[in-house]
């Protein structure tokens, strides 16, 4: 019985996947990867932060099989990467080479290097166009020919292309300004190695490097949901955004055979990624054990691979209030927050719920029934 049981359930997991695949082939025209990078940069973004892994084309063919599936591509993309040797381990990178190409303040209207809107839908009505319905290559080809003769129209007479991009280079940090006139609270430089989390088991309490990863490469949903839990009156955190930029920051590795980080002319260029960057000011009243009184800001931070603004926000908020020595909240409890913001380790465990627990409800069953009677009480269907 049990071999005719387990050959049954092969057939069966064999005829639900061959149609789950015919579902994907319905449509009888080939998904491009190349479409899917160039029409859904975000969605592939968003696979590649999540999955803690910069392979654009790799993240798109799992877009594309996954049909759509932001959590089922990021499973793929977290399997695929688990079999990749890592070969080597690059420099810190340091933002401050940042070549930005998006960089707002919240806090100051005037900030040094000034403030670049970049493309963002900040302003934008929210409005569907329903003319996209209809759109052609050669409209696509046309507006995009108008759009770029605007704006060279717009931009050309200040600077040229490579005099821009120098200028938005190594702009200056709004936070830098406010700790050189003693604004912002110091903290104790902590030297000690990163704890890779791809690596090593959650424990608590975890070491920033392990709280910033896990945060970066969080769903994005559940880290915005819970930073907004955490402003809305579920955390002590409400920041002002001193700073947001956008841009590509370099990567770089030791020469084989190098200990430790020599001369920066040294270093491997191994190319740019895409990051977005978050420094968030939390103006703090604090009273310590000690009796010292504290007045001043904290700066939450937060940086993620793409362009995803929401969700590097919601991770400066949650850096600051994963800080708290007084738990109040649920969104400082770093055990709550840590553990199910992890969209591969949330979805696995709710999907498991569909898998067959005849056993382990039975015996749920039985218990409940035996206890009803031992207690005079009877079910009722």
């Given at each position: 019985m049990?071999y005719?049981?387990v050959?049954?359930?092969?057939?069966a997991?064999?005829a639900?996947?061959?149609?789950?695949?015919?579902?994907?082939?319905?449509?009888?025209?080939?998904?491009?990867?190349?479409?899917?990078l160039?029409?859904?940069?975000?969605?592939?973004?968003?696979?590649?932060?999540e999955?803690?892994l910069?392979?654009?084309?790799?993240?798109?063919?799992?877009?594309?099989?996954?049909?759509?599936?932001?959590?089922?591509?990021?499973?793929?993309?977290?399997?695929?990467?688990?079999?990749?040797?890592?070969?080597?381990?690059?420099?810190?990178?340091?933002?401050?080479?940042?070549?930005?190409?998006?960089?707002?303040?919240?806090?100051?209207?005037?900030?040094?290097?000034g403030?670049?809107?970049?493309?963002?839908?900040d302003?934008s009505?929210?409005?569907?166009?329903?003319?996209?319905?209809?759109?052609?290559?050669?409209?696509?080809?046309?507006?995009?020919?108008?759009?770029?003769?605007?704006?060279?129209?717009a931009?050309?007479?200040?600077?040229?292309?490579?005099?821009?991009?120098?200028?938005?280079?190594?702009v200056?940090?709004?936070?830098d300004?406010?700790?050189?006139?003693?604004?912002?609270?110091?903290?104790?430089?902590?030297d000690?190695a990163?704890?890779d989390?791809?690596?090593?088991?959650l424990?608590?309490?975890?070491p920033?490097?392990?709280?910033l990863q896990?945060?970066?490469?969080?769903?994005?949903?559940?880290?915005?949901?819970?930073?907004?839990?955490?402003?809305?009156?579920?955390?002590?955190?409400?920041?002002?955004?001193?700073?947001?930029r956008?841009?590509r920051?370099?990567?770089?590795?030791?020469?084989?055979?190098?200990?430790?980080?020599g001369?920066p002319?040294?270093?491997?260029?191994?190319?740019?990624?895409p990051?977005?960057?978050?420094?968030?000011?939390?103006?703090?009243?604090e009273?310590?054990?000690?009796?010292?009184?504290y007045?001043?800001?904290?700066?939450?931070?937060?940086?993620?691979?793409?362009?995803?603004e929401?969700?590097a926000i919601?991770?400066?908020?949650?850096?600051?209030?994963?800080?708290?020595?007084?738990?109040?909240y649920?969104?400082?409890?770093?055990?709550?927050?840590?553990?199910h913001?992890?969209?591969?380790?949330?979805t696995?465990?709710?999907?498991?719920?569909?898998?067959?627990?005849?056993?382990t409800?039975?015996?749920?069953?039985?218990s409940?029934?035996?206890?009803?009677?031992?207690?005079?009480?009877?079910?009722?269907?």
């Amino acid at each position: 019985m049990g071999y005719v049981a387990v050959t049954g359930g092969e057939e069966a997991i064999e005829a639900s996947l061959d149609l789950l695949e015919r579902a994907r082939l319905a449509s009888g025209r080939a998904l491009d990867v190349d479409l899917v990078l160039g029409c859904l940069p975000e969605l592939v973004d968003q696979v590649q932060s999540e999955g803690s892994l910069w392979a654009p084309e790799v993240a798109a063919v799992a877009v594309k099989q996954a049909r759509g599936s932001v959590e089922e591509a990021v499973f793929l993309m977290r399997a695929y990467r688990s079999t990749l040797e890592r070969l080597y381990v690059s420099r810190t990178i340091d933002t401050g080479e940042m070549r930005v190409d998006r960089r707002i303040s919240a806090a100051f209207k005037d900030i040094e290097g000034g403030q670049v809107l970049g493309a963002t839908r900040d302003y934008s009505h929210r409005l569907i166009e329903f003319d996209l319905a209809d759109e052609t290559d050669a409209a696509v080809r046309e507006r995009l020919r108008g759009l770029e003769a605007a704006l060279a129209a717009a931009g050309g007479s200040s600077c040229d292309g490579e005099e821009a991009a120098a200028l938005l280079a190594r702009v200056p940090r709004v936070s830098d300004y406010l700790r050189s006139i003693g604004m912002v609270r110091s903290w104790e430089r902590d030297d000690a190695a990163p704890v890779d989390v791809t690596k090593t088991p959650l424990s608590f309490p975890a070491p920033r490097s392990v709280i910033l990863q896990a945060l970066s490469r969080g769903l994005t949903q559940a880290v915005v949901a819970i930073g907004y839990a955490a402003i809305r009156g579920f955390g002590l955190s409400h920041p002002t955004v001193g700073e947001l930029r956008r841009g590509r920051v370099p990567v770089t590795i030791d020469a084989p055979g190098a200990e430790g980080a020599g001369d920066p002319e040294d270093a491997y260029y191994l190319g740019s990624i895409p990051v977005t960057e978050v420094e968030s000011l939390i103006v703090t009243d604090e009273q310590a054990e000690d009796g010292s009184h504290y007045s001043g800001i904290d700066v939450g931070y937060g940086l993620v691979m793409g362009g995803d603004e929401s969700k590097a926000i919601a991770m400066s908020v949650l850096d600051h209030s994963l800080r708290a020595d007084d738990v109040r909240y649920p969104t400082q409890d770093q055990e709550f927050v840590l553990y199910h913001i992890d969209g591969v380790e949330a979805t696995g465990f709710i999907s498991h719920l569909k898998l067959p627990h005849y056993v382990t409800f039975q015996s749920k069953l039985d218990s409940t029934v035996r206890s009803m009677r031992e207690k005079g009480g009877e079910g009722r269907a």
